[in-house]
């Protein structure tokens, strides 16, 4: 007889009749002993950056074995409660975990891996005139947080795509740090503000 039990106790009554057609009944209580554990259900992690894991057992009295996937993104504790995860890609990543108590009744949880692309596509070099405004991050995700540095020539240090409005002979390295809105990760660039020196004025003969 299989059973498939739902609730955390169930009461069955066993008949048993012999040859003679006599009777007898039993009343066996069950318990479902699946481990009671609890993971978050999602978590935010840095490209390249060993994150841990914590799982929860909700039973002092079980003693538990723990198996982790996918196991190219565990880096250690892989066979623990705790383990630790690396993820190098931007993306959302799957975690599951196979619980298993001294009993062999096994429960499955699973928290999802949420890496923020913190990628910009800035150029190396802007050249300016002295006087013009010039964009420092077209087309900049505007999702992402920004703080640039030195605030000196910018319209707003915190805007996703600041303007330069610097005059001529300046030579400026601007950094910036971009950060998901939760201000977990971060990532840091930097761009090279040129403004030439102003042309000479040349008296031409009439």
Known sequence: VVLNLSGDNTEIFLTVIDSF?????????LMNSAPEVELDDMTTACVGEPTQLSIDNLDPNDTLTYVWEPVEVIT???????????????????????????????????????????????????????????????????????????????????????????PAGTNELFMVMISDSARICSNTEEIDFLVPDELMELDVPA
């Open 21 to 29: 057609g006599c009777s007898t009944m039993q009343a066996l209580n």
């Open 76 to 166: 250690d504790g892989g066979n623990t409660g705790n383990p630790t995860i690396n993820i190098t890609e931007p993306g959302n990543t799957v975690i599951t975990g196979t619980v298993t108590n001294q009993f062999g009744c096994t429960t499955t949880v699973t928290s999802t891996i949420v890496v923020p692309d913190l990628t910009v596509d800035l150029t190396d070099s802007i050249i300016s005139c002295a006087g013009i405004p010039a964009a420092l991050n077209n087309g900049a995700n505007e999702n992402l947080v920004y703080e640039w540095s030195p605030t000196e020539f910018l319209n707003d240090p915190t805007s996703p795509n600041p303007f330069v409005n610097a």
